[in-house]
């Protein structure tokens, strides 16, 4: 029996054959060609074909694991169509009359080498990006798909997974994922917590081929896998296994049950939505509203400005599904790592600190307009909220309602109904807003603490890389005692305050939370009814 321990992404038990996942290798052979013009011209071609298969996955992706996680496609898609990298392939070809493949090689060589010998970080953590983006076209090169298939369900194992291999897997037939590298945040760890199934990364361990086809159990519960377990070590993981599943039926028992303590503090649990699709899921874990719509998925993945009917019906949809249970609509939170062609953006040094999110709402008022028409048409339906995103100054906020009140005017005139108390919010996803939460609590009606984005800005650390995923802690001081300074902000201001991001669904602390005076939370809708459960077993009064 082989034992390997790593980090663990969900508290649950599996057992089934290991299935061994090596990434493709290409023997790349340099060949000269006669004319190099046909030669980039057959790249072009096989990039365009790239350039397709990012789109159609990046579509996939929003459905299966979110707006933000599929982000990455777009990435890859961007790096395949206007970047130096695909300029320098096509000048190799064309200078030094070699093969496309060559090329490609040559060219992901030469700048994994710039990237690794600087010191900033965001071009090094770019170098995987590369990589995948090489591999990507020398498969469409050579007509070959991601070499994953198995005809019963499986343990997959891979050294680590990358976002496009594991788009085109079928997930049907896994069990459970097993890396030796990737972080609680990487591709792999986010699609397994969306199947719902477990996962151990960063195992740190070579697995030899030896074990391919065998029996493996991952233990959720201690972050262990077993290969080849022993009949004594297989029967206590049979019986672990067999709890984790009455454990499950459990949670489906909370169906309908308030979100209640012990001593009886009721706290709501909604869900994030970050795209129609996820309404389903949402009725399915039984939440008790959207906390967060994210808008933004509405904008992305086209060349044209959504019209206002086309963000009425979506809206309108939503609040119909939800029967009257609150839905919170963020408003478009474009820019940073969140491109979207229709809006043009100009390249940034640092977009994470540039155009994005409130800031190109306020700069762009008519844009902003058509999605506060469509939100406000949608209100006269169900009950709907506003929330404005990346807020840093009270003058945002005087602003934003400013041009709601001029929306609110024009459909007055028109006699177009709308819900004329819908309350408006905004997200604390900032220091500054933190720091600032008991004058912006008086201009709003309720807060939703960001945690993601707080955690990376409080910290200055890129929780996507895993570069510095050592050094990015959510759970750090500074980071608890901004959000215990925007909760008591809030109510001394007689508003509620609310949390998304990862840190809601983080059962670890979700008491520390309950015990700041947290009055929701909202989290995606797989983790709603373990959240609940939590909530339930907690006693404040002790």
Not at 17 to 29: G, M, N, S
Not at 30 to 57: G, H, I, L
Not at 400 to 423: F, N, R
Not at 466 to 471: I, P
Request: net charge negative.
């Amino acid at each position: 029996m082989l034992k390997i321990s790593g980090k663990s992404i969900s508290g649950m038990v599996t057992i089934g054959p290991l299935k061994i996942f090596r990434h493709q290798e290409f023997d790349i052979v340099q060949t000269t060609v006669d004319r190099p013009e046909t030669e980039v011209a057959r790249f072009d071609s096989a990039r365009n074909t790239a350039c397709a298969k990012m789109e159609q996955f990046y579509q996939e992706a929003v459905s299966h694991v979110g707006l933000d996680n599929a982000f990455i496609f777009k990435v890859y898609q961007h790096m395949l169509t206007s970047s130096s990298f695909i300029d320098s392939i096509r000048s190799i070809i064309r200078n030094q009359s070699v093969n496309a493949e060559y090329a490609i090689g040559q060219a992901e060589q030469n700048f994994i080498q710039i990237y690794s010998a600087g010191s900033d970080t965001y071009m090094q953590a770019h170098v995987s990006d590369m990589r995948e983006v090489s591999r990507i076209l020398l498969r469409v090169l050579r007509q070959k798909k991601v070499l994953f298939s198995t005809d019963e369900p499986c343990i997959l194992y891979a050294d680590d997974l990358t976002p496009s291999e594991t788009i085109q897997m079928d997930t049907s037939k896994i069990l459970g994922f097993v890396t030796k590298e990737g972080t609680p945040t990487s591709h792999t760890a986010i699609l397994a917590r969306a199947l719902g199934v477990p996962a151990i990364v960063a195992t740190g361990e070579d697995v030899d081929y030896a074990y391919d086809g065998k029996t493996a159990v991952i233990d959720g519960f201690s972050g262990t896998v077993y290969l080849e377990p022993t009949p004594g070590v297989l029967s206590v993981m049979k019986e672990k296994q067999d709890q984790s599943i009455r454990l499950k039926q459990l949670l489906q028992e909370l169906k309908g049950v308030p979100s209640e303590t012990k001593d009886g503090r009721r706290i709501e649990v909604a869900a994030n939505v970050s795209s129609a699709a996820d309404l389903a899921a949402v009725l399915k874990n039984d939440a008790e509203g959207i906390g967060l719509f994210r808008s933004e998925f509405i904008y992305m993945g086209r060349d044209t400005l959504p019209s206002e009917e086309e963000q009425f019906n979506i809206y309108k949809l939503a609040v119909e599904t939800m029967t009257g249970k609150r839905v919170i609509i963020r408003t478009l939170d474009i820019g940073g790592d969140k491109d979207a062609s229709a809006f043009h953006l100009p390249k940034e040094e640092n977009p994470a600190l540039g155009m994005r999110a409130i800031r190109i709402s306020l700069k762009r008022p008519e844009i902003f307009k058509t999605q506060l028409r469509a939100i406000l048409r949608a209100s006269a339906f169900g009950k709907i909220a506003i929330m404005f995103p990346l807020i840093t100054s009270v003058w945002e906020v005087w602003k934003a309602k400013e041009i709601l009140d001029e929306v609110k005017l024009d459909l007055d005139k028109k006699g177009i109904a709308y819900d004329h108390q819908i309350q408006i919010g905004i997200m604390i996803e900032t220091p500054a807003a933190a720091l600032i939460s008991d004058k912006l609590a008086k201009e709003v009606d309720f807060f939703s603490i960001g945690t993601n984005d707080l955690s990376q800005y409080t910290l200055v650390v890129d929780r996507s890389s895993r570069v510095l995923s050592d050094f990015f802690n959510p759970h750090h001081p500074a980071v608890l005692k901004l959000i215990q300074m925007t909760i008591d902000n809030g109510h001394k201001a007689g508003i509620w305050v609310g949390m998304c991001g990862e840190l809601s669904s983080d059962l670890s602390i979700t008491e520390t939370f309950l015990r700041m005076g947290i009055d929701e939370f909202s989290v995606a809708p797989y983790s709603v009814l373990p959240l609940r459960q939590q909530i339930r077993s907690i006693d404040l009064s002790k």
